[in-house]
């Protein structure tokens, strides 16, 4: 099916561990993002990428690490996991950064830190 | 670079009621603008857009047009439905996607 996927829906992870939040697109977008949402701030921009093989930080990169070696797949890993790090993931996906067509996001991963 | 701003939520109507969402931005250049709506457990959506000034989106009853003399691209809808209770984000294009803080909307019955 065409669309963007994430995986898994939800997670449960103890303190420490690593953890990798998983985003698979069909459309060949060249950029994709992974945001965060918690109550009060909105989305903020954990990372994102231009084409396969760049990266670049956006607003809160700490504590994560990302990786894009094919266009359709954009993992996001959280290398010791925090209780800060409890929060709503969304990955998304567009053309580009002039684009007149809208993202494409996915049905975000929740994730709880214990 | 790009910036939005929302106002402040959350927002509380009854049914019927007008809305009116306001959203303004600073950009270089001339972006394409977007609100998107997100209901509840789901991902963002498309609402709707517009690509140059004075363009005017639509949707669902909801309306959006670009001012680019105010920098601004505020969402109205006539009438509003309890089904319309959602969180709401303007957003123009850019490399980051950048959002407004996001509208919590609750329309009650």
């Known amino acids: 099916d065409a669309g963007i996927t994430q995986s898994p829906r939800y997670k449960i992870t103890e303190t420490g561990r690593q953890v990798t939040l998983m985003c698979h697109q069909t459309?060949?977008?060249?950029?994709m993002f992974w945001y965060r949402q918690d109550l009060g701030h909105g989305l903020r921009l954990i990372y994102y990428?231009?084409?396969?093989?760049?990266?670049d930080k956006g607003e809160v990169p700490d504590g994560y690490v990302v990786s894009r070696s094919k266009t359709e797949n954009f993992p996001l890993t959280l290398e010791s996991a925090t209780r800060s790090q409890t929060s709503v993931y969304f990955c998304?996906?567009?053309?580009?950064?002039?684009?007149?067509?809208?993202?494409?996001f996915g049905q975000g991963t929740r994730l709880t830190v214990v | 670079g790009n910036s939005v701003t929302q106002m402040e939520g959350p927002v509380t109507l009854s049914e019927e009621a007008f809305l009116t969402i306001n959203c303004t931005y600073t950009a270089t250049g001339y972006p394409s603008l977007f609100w998107y709506v997100q209901y509840p457990g789901e991902g963002l959506q498309l609402l709707l857009k517009?690509?140059?000034?004075?363009d005017k989106g639509s949707n669902k009853g909801f309306e959006a047009t670009y001012r680019k003399e105010t920098t601004s691209f505020h969402l109205e809808k006539g009438s509003v439905q309890v089904s319309d209770s959602a969180v709401y984000f303007c957003q123009t294009s850019g490399s980051r996607l950048t959002f407004g803080e996001g509208t919590q909307l609750t329309v009650n019955p």
């Open positions: 998304a996906s567009n053309q580009g950064a002039d684009s007149t067509i809208e993202a494409f």
């Open positions: 990428s231009a084409a396969a093989d760049i990266t």
């Open positions: 459309w060949s977008h060249s950029y």
């Open positions: 517009a690509t140059k000034a004075d």
